[in-house]
């Protein structure tokens, strides 16, 4: 109900109520509801059935297996994470089934850069009002986002907040918990020289940028609705804008899990707001560089596009935006091309797009 | 830098950028690497540095001593909450350093409903954008509660959108996890009639409800800042209002400890959106009732001054408030003296509500 139905159902009523406040508590139950069969989906053996209540439970060392085969000194692994204003592109363009894949891809690539395996995933939905025919694809998109992962969606919270978000806005923050053998989480005092620098492709914008990305949007008065072939001979600029965040779960966790013995993988990233170079120097230590070479990959077109049409200066689009480099590995130089042969067999585009020398904690592109 | 400025910068520089969408990244680094101390404050010995990381990391099995000496069939459990409407009434009063107490409140009391002690917490900020005034005391607080609740902060996310939040507003979401033995795992199957429910006082109006709080003060043009004698002779109704969530934790994880073999503890409930009955409901099987008395405790004075002043009828209340009950505990009859004892000593106030009845699953007052 809208806030602005409140006084008049209050004065009918002869005292104010919760509805009247433009809090729905029933529409807000029976969504919840409907969320079961969706969250389901995404539960192994491992999860505890919880009806009614507010927590997830997940069996951490199911059947004892967990720990006795794989886990001596289990260490949790937890990143949170939100989508920014890819939401408004969203709403903008009344298209909510893909977002909820951004918003679980945000937190669980984080996730696997420690070398953790994700296992859970909560989300908090804060809406104006609860509306079905959007809560509805936004919550299946994080349920597929949870598939693809392989994590399990065991909790969630809607927040009906009438005067807080106006009508049809909305914010999203995911929450991912994983876990990783204290041994073999990611440390970078073991980036080495000589290391190879590989790097994955992204899908596209992925979730950072997207101030930028709309300013530019509205900058060039460019319909969202329209085809540019320069972009996408067959998709709407909006279309190709809203895709969704690569999820680097299962290629990487099955490519750490097939080399965990002779741990050939030094450092990983997401590469996140802060562009390329921003987040590889976090994998790196004061004693080396990494060197990448600019020509090792092709910018995809979406960043061309976004270029020319906000006029942005090139250190500014690497600053920002991914350029087509979605995660990064540091792998030891003998296992490089079988690391690389590997991830394309899991379906990862990868380039080799450099190497890490001698030098002070940088990125230095050349 | 305000959104409004956006055209001029990007005029003058020639180009778009990401400072002229509004997003100051550098301001949004400041204030992260300052949280540091904040956060290490909370952090106990299981929590792995994780310098320049995305991800918080803590140790499981912290020199062997969790697994061997507490658990064997470990079971984590997650939260995820909001404090609603709360902080609009924070953001009215300019008062910010409580909310992010409320936030924790929120997700650990619901954890420890479930049997579980918590460990970690993260939480989500999104703001206009970054001002060290109202993200300072904002985090200060989350970092006050996960002290209080003896969990650690070990990661968060602070998101500037300003085209999404206006000046000076924001929105908060919080996620807790914690773990428990399966068997010591709350089981609602357990509950049996005679059983003694107790309740626990609140500190007031805790985080749910606030859309109708704000809505009765705005009908009843009541002055935030002004004092009511009948609602307390030495605070502001704001500050009343803004008073945090208690945070049970401490009491109850030492509590269940203390009883850990005899399992005296059948159920417990934290009282959220829904009232007493609504979410003391969730900890009963359908074979039995819980049979309260509306005497057994007196409703404190912030409960009937906003009843008072929107007229709101007494089943709304008790649908929307805690009335002074914040925390539910079901306890075999012959304990129940020595666990309010106990909980007493620990510095709760402790009401016996009631007992359990055969029955239908059904709560009722009389």
């Known amino acids: 109900m809208p806030a602005d139905d409140a006084p008049k159902t209050a004065a009918r009523e002869g005292g104010l109520t919760y509805a009247s406040a433009g809090v729905d508590i029933a529409a807000g139950d029976r969504f919840a509801h409907s969320l079961g069969a969706l969250m389901r989906r995404t539960h192994g053996p491992r999860v505890i059935p919880n009806p009614g209540g507010f927590a997830g439970l997940l069996r951490l060392d199911y059947n004892e297996q967990l720990f006795r085969h794989n886990y001596k000194d289990p260490v949790l692994v937890a990143c949170t994470d939100g989508v920014g204003t890819k939401i408004k592109l969203a709403t903008d363009l009344a298209k909510f089934d893909t977002i909820g894949i951004d918003l679980v891809a945000m937190s669980v690539n984080d996730l696997i850069v420690q070398g953790a395996e994700p296992l859970m995933f909560l989300d908090y939905v804060a809406v104006h009002a609860v509306e079905q025919h959007v809560l509805g694809p936004i919550l299946a998109g994080v349920a597929k986002g949870c598939e693809i992962a392989k994590c399990a969606l065991i909790g969630g919270e809607t927040a009906e907040m009438n005067d807080l978000y106006k009508p049809g806005e909305f914010d999203l923050a995911g929450f991912a918990v994983g876990v990783v053998e204290l041994s073999r989480a990611t440390d970078t ?63 990487i966790v099955r490519t750490l899990r097939a080399y965990k013995v002779k741990k050939v993988i030094t450092g990983m990233a997401h590469i996140t707001g802060g562009g390329l170079a921003g987040n590889l120097e976090r994998a790196l230590h004061p004693r080396v560089d990494a060197v990448l070479n600019r020509d090792a990959w092709d910018v995809p077109p979406v960043f061309r596009y976004l270029q020319k049409h906000g006029g942005v200066d090139a250190a500014e689009m690497d600053k920002v935006f991914n350029m087509g480099i979605g995660y990064c590995l540091i792998v030891r130089p003998t296992f490089a091309a079988s690391v690389a042969r590997r991830l394309t067999r899991f379906g990862e585009t990868v380039h080799t797009l450099g190497t890490i020398t001698k030098g002070s904690g940088a990125v230095r592109m050349k």
């Open 189 to 251: 005092t073991r980036v080495e020289p000589g290391d190879v620098v590989l790097g994955l492709a992204s899908s596209g914008v992925h979730s950072n940028g997207y101030s930028l990305v709309r300013r530019i949007i509205e900058h060039a008065g460019i319909d969202l609705l329209s085809i540019d072939p320069e972009l996408d001979p067959d998709r709407t600029v909006g279309e190709v804008l809203l895709e969704p965040t690569r999820v680097y779960v299962q290629p």
